[in-house]
């Protein structure tokens, strides 16, 4: 079974920004082996460097916020 580099990078660059919120690395410590390894993965050759720290930037990138709203239909709770 050979795993895609692409999904390699995405999935380690996930961790590495889960450490970097935890304060266990400063942002440059938690990227640069990330891009080391495109590198060597033969990423960078394929998509380019600013495809590859774009895929790099994104795990590091707070995700929005699921905002559903839950409206109660009647009840005591009614405003009006």
Avoid: H, W
């Avoid at 266990?24 to 082996?33: G, I, N, S, T, Y």
């Avoid at 060597?40 to 394929?46: E, L, S």
């Avoid at 990138?61 to 109660?72: G, T």
């Amino acid at each position: 079974m050979t795993v895609s580099p692409f999904l390699v990078l995405q999935t380690r660059a996930e961790a590495r920004a889960i450490l970097y919120r935890a304060f266990e690395f400063d942002l440059e410590e938690a990227k640069a082996p990330l891009f080391g390894y495109a590198l060597k993965a033969g990423i960078v050759d394929d998509i380019g460097a600013a495809a590859t720290m774009a895929i790099i930037d994104n795990a590091f990138n707070p995700k929005p916020a699921n905002r559903e709203c839950n409206i109660s239909q009647g009840g005591d709770d009614d405003v009006g």
